[in-house]
């Protein structure tokens, strides 16, 4: 999906159960326009190192399954 859209790529998240892990701010914007699915967890630590990006991802854990498990609620920013 590398030469996707978007919509493409946020339309196949939503018809296949997928969460969109990103760092651009569009995702989160269609997010509060459309809500979910997809939930959206963005990421807000910049260019950085993957063994940074797991740590967010590992430290953030406890919000991820609050995401996962309140339908109120489509994105969640992670620093």
Do not use: H
Not at 2 to 30: H, M, R, S
Not at 37 to 57: A, F, H, M, S
Request: glycine share 4%.
């Amino acid at each position: 999906m590398a030469e996707a859209t978007d919509t493409e790529i946020w339309e196949f998240a939503k018809n296949n159960g997928f969460c969109l892990v990103t760092q651009d701010a569009d995702f989160p914007e269609k997010s509060r326009l459309y809500r979910s699915p997809p939930k959206v967890i963005w990421l807000r630590c910049g260019n950085t190192k993957t063994d940074t990006v797991e740590l967010i991802l590992r430290s953030g854990v406890e919000a991820i399954q609050e995401l996962f498990s309140n339908s109120a609620l489509d994105c969640l920013e992670l620093y």
